[in-house]
């Protein structure tokens, strides 16, 4: 098994050598702490450019005084939170009625909460805020990247974090999935440092950051048998079926720690068993009816079909919404391969692009013109990704910690319904392989460059010399007079 990179901050220069042994950097001409220092001071002016853009979105384009929808429940839910009302239902609180609210894991309501306990709690201050969180993502993005490929891949990718706008969209939406962002980054940072060194503490702490990741975002949770299978069956360094049996069950061990209160809380507060949430039944409602099996909506999904069964007991709805969701999916189960290659198609731009926008705008209010935005640099971001995949493998670099990602999308789509914002877990991952294949291009082109460099300073190589005139033989005949 080859040698490995080390953990970000380790390498002595942030330019890797492809050429190498994979896992080694080049050897720097300059000092390695000059050239560490260089490097983080160049990913720190890349933040603020990254914070810039989010804050300047944030005033020039959702500058709003009210918002409806989740963003308003993570919004509310964390100044009631902040005023000691624990966690209660926004909508049900403000007309009077007090119960319990699990309708979203608690992880973006306790990072709102936080600003709200020293007075921060207004829209516009939420909304500052997650574009801090977002600023910190593209931090974390380019620590990963230079654990991936080195130091100029990991500037490449928070480079294009800052300016990508399928992830800076969301900082300003006062929805969650600024924080699974940032959450799964980590993820990401802890499953290369346990691939680097597996022991138990590593994988512990990588178990503990998919819970985290789940508590922002409950489909995280698939990342335990998507990330850390893989991640226990091929680290290299393990001894055997037992360590590696071992090595698992102490992520998923710290990934079900990480999420017990939480649950734990839920089976208590709830009539109805009730783990992360409560809101699968309603967005099953949402997603599998005859505006989104029929017709331009389809492997969308559309509130008309949510039943509003009043401010009850949220878990009693939560299941009410289930039973009545399965039952359209088994009555129209012939239409159900054209909405699942829809959701996708919505989800990854693959088709209904058109119609995604529009959706996004009325449903998401996402500005057109930044969304058609999002859609073109997708694509260059995937063709890129799928080229650092292969580069990636070349390398014998591991790149399931990224893919999971990916994968754990599609499974989303696939048992939800298709969304531009769905997407954005695995938006990191996508900017991280294809700055890897941005930097190998980059070292290709410079390889070749160098190439070219002495044979055009050299000049026209001087012509071979004329063979000399043979002396003449004196036994030879005298030339005719």
């Given amino acids: 098994m080859s040698e490995q990179p080390g953990a970000p901050g380790d390498e002595p220069d942030p330019t890797p050598d492809p050429e190498a042994r994979p896992g080694t950097v080049a050897p720097s001409t300059a000092s390695p702490g000059r050239a560490g220092r260089t490097w983080w001071l160049a990913l720190l002016a890349i933040c603020v450019v990254a914070l810039g853009v989010r804050v300047g979105y944030t005033y020039g384009w959702q500058h709003v005084d009210s918002f409806g929808g989740d963003a308003y429940y993570y919004h509310r839910g964390a100044n009631l939170l902040a005023e000691g009302k624990g966690f209660v239902h926004p909508y049900a609180y403000d007309k009077g009625v007090t119960i319990p609210g699990a309708d979203h894991p608690p992880g973006y309501i306790i990072a709102l909460a936080l600003p709200s306990l020293v007075g921060l709690d207004t829209i516009l201050a939420h909304q500052l805020y997650s574009c801090v969180l977002g600023a910190i993502t ?15 891949a990991g500037l ?3 480079g294009v974090a800052a300016l990508y706008p399928p992830i800076w969209l969301n900082d300003a939406a006062l ?7 940032l959450c799964g980054v980590v993820v990401i940072i802890a499953a290369y440092r346990a691939w680097d060194r597996p022991s138990a503490l590593r994988f512990a702490l990588a178990g503990g950051a998919v819970g985290l990741a789940t508590l922002a975002r409950a489909e995280a949770l698939m990342l335990v048998a998507l990330l850390a299978v893989p991640l226990a069956l091929w680290a290299p360094g393990l001894a055997g079926v037992a360590q590696r049996l071992g090595r698992f069950a102490l992520a ?4 079900l720690l990480v999420i017990a209160p939480w649950v734990g809380a839920n089976l208590v507060r709830f009539q109805e068993p009730t ?16 505006d989104t099996y029929f017709g331009p909506g389809v492997g969308s999904w559309s509130v008309q079909c949510v039943t509003d069964w009043g401010d009850r007991d949220r878990s009693v709805l939560d299941k009410r919404s289930r039973d009545k969701a399965l039952r359209y999916v088994a009555d129209h189960k012939d239409r159900l391969p054209a909405v699942l290659v829809a959701r996708i198609q919505r989800t990854f731009a693959l088709g209904r692009v058109d119609t995604q926008v529009n959706f996004d705008y009325y449903a998401e209010a996402r500005p057109i013109n930044a969304s058609r935005a999002g859609v073109a640099s997708f694509y260059l971001v995937a063709v890129g990704a ?10 014998r670099v591991p790149s399931f910690p990224l893919t999971s990602a990916v994968v754990n999308v599609a499974i989303t789509a696939l048992l939800f319904y298709g969304s531009t914002r769905f997407r954005a877990p695995a938006e990191p991952a996508l ?13 290709r082109l410079r390889r070749t460059a160098a190439d070219v460099a002495p044979r055009a300073t050299a000049g026209p190589e001087p012509a071979p010399a004329a063979d000399p005139e043979p002396a003449p033989d004196p036994a030879a005949d005298p030339a005719p007079a």
């Fill in 431 to 443: 900017v991280l392989l294809a700055a890897v294949a941005a930097d190998a291009l980059i070292a």
């Fill in 252 to 255: 998923g061990g710290a990934t």
């Fill in 175 to 181: 929805m969650s999935e600024t924080l699974a962002l």
């Fill in 386 to 395: 799928i080229a650092g995949v292969v580069i990636l493998r070349r390398r």
């Fill in 156 to 158: 490449i990718a928070a």
């Fill in 275 to 290: 783990t992360l949430s409560t809101q699968m039944g309603p967005t099953l409602e949402a997603a599998n009816c005859h």
């Fill in 138 to 152: 593209v931090l974390l993005i380019g620590m990963a990247g230079r654990r991936i490929a080195g130091g100029r």
